[in-house]
């Protein structure tokens, strides 16, 4: 049986907890080793992007634009906008 938009779940997460949450993301990271750059979602994790790289002291944030809702049904999102060549190549454009 598929749920309806009215019986679907939701999970409301305050400004808090979205800002600790991202926090301890980035200090996990951090156990890690030093992260130059990143990638993120512009449409899902942009603010959840902004706190880690802000802990992380990451300069180099590039994005990538995708469309889930259009394909819905295919269960596969559409890229629209795909990480740059450049900073696939390491530089992320900076020369």
């Not at 130059?36 to 994790?45: E, L, N, P, W």
């Not at 992380?56 to 889930?68: A, D, G, K, P, Q």
Request: net charge positive; aromatic share 6%; proline share 2%.
């Amino acid at each position: 049986m598929q749920e309806t938009s009215s019986q679907q779940k939701h999970f409301p997460v305050s400004w808090g907890q979205l800002h600790r949450g991202s926090r301890a993301l980035a200090w996990r990271l951090a156990d890690r080793g030093e992260w130059s750059a990143i990638v993120c979602v512009t449409r899902g994790d942009l603010v959840q992007c902004a706190i880690v790289v802000r802990e992380l002291n990451i300069r180099l944030i590039e994005t990538v634009c995708i469309t889930s809702y259009a394909n819905q049904a295919q269960g596969r999102p559409d890229v629209i906008k795909r990480i740059s060549d450049d900073f696939l190549m390491g530089n992320g454009g900076i020369e």
